[in-house]
């Protein structure tokens, strides 16, 4: 009989346990609020370029941009600040 008082103690403190850190995380992940989208967003462009095409990828942005000569530039824009990650000259081969 003792033996059945301790195990059914311990599986009380574990489901009291379980049942804190359950609550705890809850309470944590309410907390962290996701940040706020940017509100607005500028891009730096050549002169009289176009924007082409504009595809998603993943947490990024892919712009692709051509100017009257023909020349092309992939623009990465990170999609939680708004602010471009960088440029990618594409060069095509002669």
Known sequence: ???LKIIVGVMTVLLVAGFGALVGGLAM???NKPEAAFANAEILLPKDARIVEATPAGDRLVLRAVTPD?????YVIDLGSGKPVGTIAVK???
């Not at 023909?70 to 992939?74: A, D, M, N, T, Y």
Request: glycine share 8%.
């Open 1 to 3: 009989m003792l033996t």
């Open 29 to 31: 992940q309410a907390r």
């Open 70 to 74: 023909g020349q092309e530039r992939l």
């Open 92 to 94: 095509r081969a002669q």
